[in-house]
């Protein structure tokens, strides 16, 4: 039974995730919208606001083209795949109403955020095509790297909660916001956050300006449909985990979800404000400046970890 009542409600976390990468993606076109001075969607429903499911619909009854020199498996699984990975991801938050709040919910997601590079890559090679290929080099090379970042910054969180559950990371904030002690790092986190995510100023793999679309040229209808959902999805998470490890995750309260709908804006604000960057300073970015930094954090809370048990 108890394994019936954590499937039944994965299941409704699951759908609740889609609605939201719904809405994230009007709220995305409204907020770009006003930033360049126009309306955005207004149209479809009342303010806009059935426009993302106009748009579902639409992408799902196209025509799916399959290119005829494509490795037809790999091409058509890996959209499928990308999603796959980012709803399961969402299994580690720490709800406590019978999902999977397991006490190795940190590893789990570092796990999942691995496999995410596999299905790019595997989009990227399977449409035979050179500008997937590039964008999917692209995409794979920049993912990696920021991982590194992102890990060292996790892990000085470990040392400072001592156990491997994400729900132990809002017992520690009941009193004071880690964001109060670690700003430096919630800097860091934020912009690995959206290199991780492949978002602008970051978006490397899919350079309209030399790339055409990246890794996902090949794709229509179904297959983008899929590969867009993944991406917004990702975002979410990542806002969420965001609000979890610096703003004082209580997830019962409805606080921390203004927190992560605030955090989801801060991507878009990014997107509608800075320019790209260069591809060989988004490198050096990661190992040349977060790299040092994160570890040099990491010793420091080691340390201090330490002492504290002298």
Do not use: H
């Not at 799902?60 to 699984?77: R, W």
């Not at 449409?127 to 920049?142: C, E, F, I, P, T």
């Not at 209808?221 to 917004?232: K, N, R, T, V």
């Not at 990014?270 to 790299?291: E, N, Q």
Request: charged share 10%; proline share 3%; aromatic share 20%.
């Amino acid at each position: 039974m108890s394994i019936l009542v954590m499937i039944v409600n994965y299941i409704i976390l699951v759908i609740c995730v889609l609605v939201g990468v719904a809405f994230v993606t009007l709220l995305e076109r409204k907020v770009l919208g006003y930033i360049q001075i126009r309306k955005g969607p207004n149209k479809v429903g009342y303010f806009g606001i059935l426009q993302p499911f106009s748009d579902a619909v639409k992408l799902f009854t196209k025509e799916q083209v399959v290119p005829s020199l494509s490795t037809f498996f790999p091409y058509y699984l890996s959209p499928v795949f990308s999603l796959f990975v980012a709803l399961v991801t969402w299994a580690v938050m720490p709800y406590g109403l019978g999902l999977f709040s397991f006490s190795l919910s940190v590893l789990f997601f570092l796990c999942c955020t691995s496999l995410g590079v596999y299905t790019t890559m595997g989009a990227g090679w399977s449409s035979n095509s050179k500008y997937s290929l590039l964008g999917g080099l692209r995409a794979v090379a920049q993912t990696i790297s920021y991982e590194v970042s992102l890990v060292f910054v996790l892990m000085c969180f470990l040392f400072l909660v001592g156990n491997y559950s994400m729900g132990s990371l809002s017992l520690y904030q009941e009193e004071v916001w880690l964001l109060v002690f670690t700003f430096p790092m919630a800097l860091v986190w934020l912009v690995s956050c959206l290199a991780e995510t492949n978002r602008t100023p970051f978006d490397f793999a899919e350079g309209e300006s030399e790339l055409v679309s990246g890794f996902n040229t090949e794709y229509s209808s179904g297959g983008f449909a899929l590969i867009f959902m993944a991406e917004y999805a990702s975002i979410l998470f990542m806002s969420m985990l965001f609000a979890l490890l610096f703003l004082g995750g209580n997830l019962e309260s409805l606080s921390f979800y203004f927190k992560l709908v605030f955090i989801s804006f801060v991507f878009i604000w990014v997107r509608g404000t800075l320019p790209r960057f260069r591809y060989d300073k988004l490198m050096y970015l990661a190992w040349k400046s977060f790299l040092p930094v994160s570890l040099n954090y990491l010793i420091f809370f080691m340390g201090i970890k330490l002492w504290s048990f002298v």
